[in-house]
């Protein structure tokens, strides 16, 4: 099964049904949601299936006006870096030696890294506002499928993303530590050398590996 066959399988299911009716009463009440419809699925759109080699898993799209591009912990806008995207750059520099000033990641997702939100939306100004319209449904069944693929490395950061480890298949490689955000780096992801170990576990498995410099 492709993304394409996932998302045509699941939206016609009666909890996505209800996620879109969720956003669209949200918009009746003069809400913003983030990111803009167009871009709820543009991490399949930028990372085939076919091509997947890593995933990174974000919890809930950015909140502020701009920001959310669809694509985990990436901007959307030039001038601002998030701060948990800085402390993701500054372990890369770290651990392979790239400094990245680029705030989009669509040169990482283009490559085979599937950068995934659990929860695909969110209102303006309320992290978290939508985790319980029934996206997750939906995001557990993508974290399944592309376990399945097997030799697929997974990158949990914080205790959320911890928790998703239960329901992957197959034969993965699971990369977990704390959370990139300022409030936990410091607590392991700083040196956790993820980024380094993924490369070398799909350069031992046969897969080009990725060029996590951004340009």
């Known amino acids: 099964m492709n993304w394409e066959e996932l998302i045509e399988l699941e ?27 167009k871009n709820y699925f543009k991490a399949f759109e930028l990372c085939s299936f076919k091509d997947l080699k890593v995933v990174i898993l974000g919890q809930d799209p950015y909140h502020t006006p701009g920001v959310a591009d669809g694509l985990a912990f990436s901007s959307g806008i030039d001038s601002y870096m998030p701060p948990s995207l800085r402390n993701i750059f500054l372990e890369i520099e770290s651990d392979v030696g790239i400094r990245n000033k680029i705030v989009s990641l669509e040169g990482w997702a283009k490559q085979g890294v599937l950068l995934l939100n659990s929860y695909l939306s969110v209102q303006e100004g309320e992290p978290l506002s939508h985790a319980k319209i029934g996206w997750e449904i939906f995001t557990n069944k993508v974290l399944i499928e592309a376990s399945r693929k097997c030799n697929v490395v997974f990158m949990l950061w914080g205790s959320y993303a911890r928790s998703k480890k239960d329901i992957l298949k197959g034969e993965n490689l699971i990369l977990e530590t704390t959370h990139p955000s300022p409030l936990s780096a410091h607590r392991g992801f700083f040196g956790c050398k993820h980024f380094s170990r993924a490369n070398a576990f799909l350069e031992k498995h046969g897969t080009k590996e990725i060029d996590w410099q951004l340009t």
């Open 11 to 37: 939206t016609k299911k009666d909890y996505f049904k209800s996620i879109k009716k969720s956003i669209l009463s949200d918009n009746k009440h003069g809400k913003s949601i983030f990111p803009y419809p």
